[in-house]
């Protein structure tokens, strides 16, 4: 999925390590969800949610229903604002290429996205629904199945999905230092012989300055036999 050119969302700032608006970036967000609520409710329902993505993202009609159903857990037929600015946070991370860093910053809702029939455990079948979500293809999501399913029920549990995350922060980080480095090399500034630095732990910068909705925090809790 991809943004398109020009629009609103384009002019937002996503911090990179953590996957968030700044509060300013959060608040212009705010108004531009006030102006999308026509009826007033605080909330998006189905069709303004549907001509909202329609409109910045090249989204097809049944990707952009599913979000909207795995958004509306508790199908009200709305969803509020939390949801639209994890939505929002998501696509950004999409355009800016951040979709493993995303999945690492916010396991909880993600898993809890994945997680459609609420039995704190992800099926091959709940994660392929919703691999575009985070550009994961078919191959990619039987290769996580394999090597992270520890427990060999054929489903990820929270620990199990927190392991497949770090690994997807480190394989992106590892991304990361290849292209950075590739750019020196392409100087002249870095020796192509020299081999790349191992990738470092994820940076902790402080996040007091990014808007953190309750939804963007792992809030559910994981019963003691699934953890
Ligand atoms: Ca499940
Ligand atoms: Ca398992």
């Known amino acids: 999925m991809k943004l398109k050119p020009g629009c609103f969302l384009q002019y937002l700032y996503l911090d990179e390590t953590y996957c968030l608006l700044s509060v300013r ?8 969800f006030q102006l999308l609520d026509v009826h007033k409710k605080n909330a998006l329902n189905n069709l303004q949610f549907y001509c909202f993505l329609h409109y910045v993202t090249d989204l097809k009609k049944q990707h952009i229903m599913l979000l909207f159903d795995l958004l509306d857990r508790n199908a009200e037929g709305s969803i509020g604002f939390d949801e639209f600015y994890l939505v929002v946070c998501l696509l950004l991370a999409h355009e800016n290429h951040l979709e493993k860093q995303f999945i690492y910053r916010h396991s909880g809702p993600v898993f809890r996205l994945l997680d459609v029939d609420d039995g704190y455990t992800i099926s091959p079948t709940e994660f392929q629904a919703a691999g ?15 090597e992270f399913d520890v427990s060999g029920e054929e489903k990820l549990n929270y620990k199990e999905f927190k392991m497949f995350t770090i690994f997807c922060i480190d394989k992106q980080q590892k991304k990361e230092k290849e292209r950075k480095r590739r750019g020196l090399v392409a100087q002249g500034r870095v020796d192509a012989t020299r081999p790349a630095e191992p990738a470092s732990s994820p940076r902790t910068k402080h996040p007091h300055f990014y808007f953190q909705p309750e939804t963007v925090q792992p809030h559910f809790s994981i019963p003691m036999g699934s953890a």
Do not use: H, Q, S
């Open 25 to 32: 970036n959060a608040k212009a967000l705010t108004d531009y």
């Open 132 to 146: 575009f979500l985070f550009n994961l293809n078919k191959d990619e999501l039987e290769k996580i199945f394999k």
